[in-house]
């Protein structure tokens, strides 16, 4: 027997797919302040908004019969036509999203029209008006969800962590806060207020959201076609990272997600980043609405452009040219017409010429018995990769600096050439992973607390594992005026408080993925990290003595040939190879 679903029930079904959570109610409710026409937009959440999410706004609000109206299915302002659907302005059209949230809490909203004197006050709850009041309220919007998922216990317990609804409530809030940096927005948790962001213009409003530091790694990227206009911010290779973090695409103002065009934008970084690395990016795409389909999924972040295939291109190469502009591309070196096949140049032109500040005899991991031997075990050096350099004591050849790039000397059985950047990135690393692996992480205070510049949702993983930071070695302490200070870091990186910051980043950005006992990814993280920033920072010329001490350092490690994110570190032309060249 077929049965209609009464309306409470179906409207329950699409709020399955609607509200999956309090972030998806305010993302629900700021997209429709943003659509009213609102100049500022406030989101007041409780408990991660279990309790209450609340948005204000001083749009258009409604008249009376439409504030009842709203909540019902289907019921939207924003669309008349099916020609309508092809030519959408707003966030919202398919009007689902207040019934939905009504189906599944307690919804009270307050509103009114400019040209109304009185406002109107409607109560709901289960899909039911409760009650509908003539009330005194401000011009605009204000919608108070309560106790979302009340009616669903299995709903609710499914929730995750306070912290993390947290972080997916911030992610929302942030990238309606980045579409319009024209708008004032305000974000209060818990009574505090969070952000109070004012108009501005897009680079300010990234800063203020996701950190100063952030705002200074960003460089723009512009390009006006016909089919596609592009616009926005990508990061400085330099600071891309493995973890996922600040991944931005607009179309028309709307967030989504593209594996398709990331791999353009990625495209376009190939050789100048690690593999497995992300930059940074904020890229809005600007199109005919026509030719925009974003109609193919409830949640609203998948997008399909007609011209994917054009716009792949487009994009690719604006970023390339940004890129290029920025310096970040590599120069043709002509010095290496001709030259032995040498590992691929990541770059050659913004990396700073180095300079070491090594002492050959200085190695703080041969003290005997400091060192956790079980941990050791997996960084027994490859048999094969050291051999060659078993054959003679290589330090006491001559080394010679070939470019800015690389240095050279010789043995037995050829010349070998040894990327500088690399081989630090090698030796830094392996550095790092056996001072991390050490049985006990001593922590050594350090004298001058470094404040850390950290993003909200950073804040809140610190909050939340502060306990397992401590594990690292890392202490971070909140302070009274709420600033979050590195108090203590492992002991044995007492002399790299420079790159505290890096450090705890990436310890940070680390630690939400990461399941069970992340230890050892962690430490290969954060040694990758800091090994790939601190060779970077190595620069100047290379005396002699340093050459060779770095030659010397390098074959002590453990796996010389490779540098972390596998790139060969040197290359060797054997002497059969010169005598090929030499033949006629
Ligand atoms: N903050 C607001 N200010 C004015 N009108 C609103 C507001 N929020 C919702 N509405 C009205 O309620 C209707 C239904 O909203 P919603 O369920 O989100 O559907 P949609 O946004 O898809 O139209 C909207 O079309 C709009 O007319
Ligand atoms: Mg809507």
Not at 115 to 120: I, N
Not at 137 to 166: C, H, M, W
Not at 196 to 214: D, F, H, K, W, Y
Not at 483 to 511: Q, W
């Amino acid at each position: 027997m077929l049965k209609i679903l009464p309306g409470h029930v179906s409207n329950l079904i699409a709020a399955g797919e609607v509200v999956q959570r309090p972030a998806s109610v305010v993302k629900e409710l700021m997209e429709n302040a943003v659509d009213a026409g609102a100049a500022e937009i406030s989101v007041s959440i409780k408990d991660s908004g279990r309790t209450l999410i609340q948005v204000s706004d001083n749009g258009c609000g409604m008249s009376r019969e439409d504030a009842v109206l709203a909540f019902e299915r289907h019921a939207t302002s924003k669309i008349n036509e099916i020609e309508d659907l092809e030519q959408l302005g707003t966030f919202g059209f398919r009007g689902e999203a207040l019934a939905s949230i009504a189906s599944v809490s307690e919804v009270t909203l307050r509103t009114r029209r400019a040209e109304d004197e009185t406002g109107t006050e409607v109560k709901i709850s289960e899909s039911k008006v409760n009650s509908v009041n003539q009330i005194a309220t401000p011009q605009g919007s204000i919608f108070s969800v309560r106790n979302i998922f009340y009616n669903i216990p299995a709903r609710r317990k499914f929730l995750k962590s306070d912290a993390a609804e947290y972080r997916q409530i911030l992610a929302e809030f942030t990238r309606i806060a980045i579409t319009r940096p024209d708008l004032h927005f305000h974000f209060t948790n818990n009574g505090v207020e969070v952000y109070n962001l004012p108009p501005a213009n897009l680079r300010l409003r990234i800063q203020s959201i996701l950190g100063r530091e952030l705002g200074k790694e960003l460089v723009e990227i512009s390009v006006d076609t016909t089919i596609v206009k592009i616009k926005g911010y990508i990061g400085k290779p330099e600071d891309a990272r493995k973890t996922p973090g600040n991944q931005y695409f607009f179309a028309n103002g709307r967030f989504f997600r593209s594996p398709y065009f990331q791999k353009a934008l990625l495209k376009a970084y190939d050789n100048l980043i690690q593999e497995g690395h992300l930059p940074s990016f904020f890229v809005f795409f600007e199109a005919e609405q026509s030719r925009i389909d974003v109609n193919i999924h409830p949640a609203k972040t998948e997008v399909k452009f007609e011209d994917d295939y054009a716009i792949f291109d487009i994009l690719h190469s604006a970023v390339r040219e940004s890129l290029g502009r920025n310096s970040f591309m590599p120069s043709i070196d002509f010095d290496q017409e001709g030259a032995p096949e040498i590992p691929k140049v990541k770059s050659g032109y913004w990396v700073p010429p180095p300079k070491i500040d090594y002492d050959p005899l200085f190695n703080p991991f041969f003290e005997e018995g400091k060192f956790n031997r079980e941990a050791d075990r997996s960084w027994e050096p490859i048999k094969d990769s050291g051999a060659i350099f078993q054959e003679e004591h290589i330090v006491q050849k001559p080394v010679l600096q070939v470019g800015s790039r690389y240095i050279a000397t010789t043995i037995k059985s050829g010349l070998i050439i040894i990327d500088i950047i690399r081989a630090w990135e090698r030796i830094l690393f392996e550095r790092y992973i056996k001072s991390l692996t050490m049985e006990s992480a001593d922590i050594q205070k350090v004298l001058f607390p470094a404040q850390l510049n950290l993003s909200e949702a950073q804040k809140s993983v610190v909050d939340e594992k502060s306990a397992r930071i401590l594990q690292f070695g890392f202490d971070i302490r909140r302070s009274e005026n709420g600033e979050y200070l590195l108090t203590g870091i492992p002991d044995s990186f007492s002399g790299e408080i420079e790159r505290v910051d890096k450090l705890a980043d990436t310890l940070i950005n680390i630690l939400p993925e990461g399941r069970g006992d992340i230890g050892a990814e962690v430490r290969e993280r954060i040694a990758s990290t800091l090994s790939s920033a601190g060779a970077r920072q190595k620069s100047g010329t290379l005396s002699h003595l340093e050459a060779r001490g770095l030659v010397d350092a390098l074959f002590a490690c453990t796996e010389p040939a490779n540098s972390p994110s596998g790139y060969p570190v040197f290359s060797l032309l054997s002497v059969e190879e010169i005598e090929g060249r030499m033949s006629v």
